[in-house]
């Protein structure tokens, strides 16, 4: 069965530093990309970014650019999501999910952890 | 960037009714579109692929329609557990999630 599971909630202080994580079972974690997702309180769904876990690459929106960084290390089937320095509008909820990809052309994001929820306060 | 708008952002409807959302993209996306479900305090569930293909376990009352820039999602007859918030994604250029539409009881 394939899982995706996520880290638990962090609370966090402005200017504090962080990284989530996201460990895939269940497939063969290096050969999906995994993207990252966030769904501010009340609010709809934001892409962030995408990351191959067998080579590395890594894709971000253009919003996202320069405010986090998307790692992996397939070696623990783990993807990661890191801030250097948060800020109070980071509160959000964040989902990793499979990107899957069928007859070469047609992809969809099938396999979603249930979240891990920042809460960044002073 | 592509932008991906919704419409409606919200509808108030009874169960047993035929429900229709549209999504239309700010250029061509051929059929690069997915329709997911998501239910207040969980993620979000695919529902649709390549703008017309069925998820696997998906019930066939949902239906998905279009190609270019205009879209729809089509719920047959709505039941209880329907009532939800749904969002398109585009998957032609990087990714973009429309604002989504909330589904709720009349």
């Known amino acids: 069965e394939v899982q995706l599971v996520q880290s638990g909630a962090e609370v966090k202080k402005p200017g504090e530093s962080l990284r989530i994580s996201c460990k895939g079972s269940?497939?063969?974690?290096?050969?999906?990309?995994i993207a990252w997702v966030r769904q501010v309180p009340g609010k709809g769904l934001e892409w962030m970014g995408v990351?191959?876990?067998?080579?590395?690459?890594?894709t971000y929106s253009p919003s996202f650019q320069g405010q986090v960084t998307i790692s992996a290390d397939k070696s623990i089937s783990t993807a990661f999501l890191q801030w250097s320095s948060l800020k109070a509008s980071d509160t959000a909820m964040y989902y990793c999910?499979?990107?899957?990809?069928?007859?070469?052309?047609?992809?969809?994001?099938?396999?979603w952890g249930p979240g891990t929820l920042v809460t960044v306060s002073s | 960037a592509i932008l991906m708008t919704q419409s409606p952002s919200s509808l108030s409807a009874s169960v047993g009714d035929r429900v229709t959302i549209t999504c239309r993209a700010s250029?061509?996306?051929?059929?690069?579109l997915g329709w997911y479900q998501q239910k207040p305090g969980k993620a979000p569930k695919l529902l649709i692929y390549g703008a017309s293909s069925l998820q696997s376990g998906v019930p066939s009352r949902f239906s998905g329609s279009g190609s270019g820039t205009d879209f729809t999602l089509t719920i047959s007859s709505l039941q209880p557990e329907d009532f939800a918030t749904y969002y398109c994604?585009?998957?032609?250029?990087?990714?973009?999630f429309g604002q989504g539409t909330t589904v709720e009881i009349k």
């Open positions: 999910v499979r990107r899957d990809v069928v007859r070469g052309i047609i992809e969809y994001f099938d396999y």
């Open positions: 994604l585009q998957d032609y250029n990087l990714w973009t």
């Open positions: 250029q061509g996306i051929r059929n690069d």
């Open positions: 990351i191959y876990p067998g080579d590395s690459a890594t």
């Open positions: 269940g497939y063969t974690f290096a050969s999906y990309w």
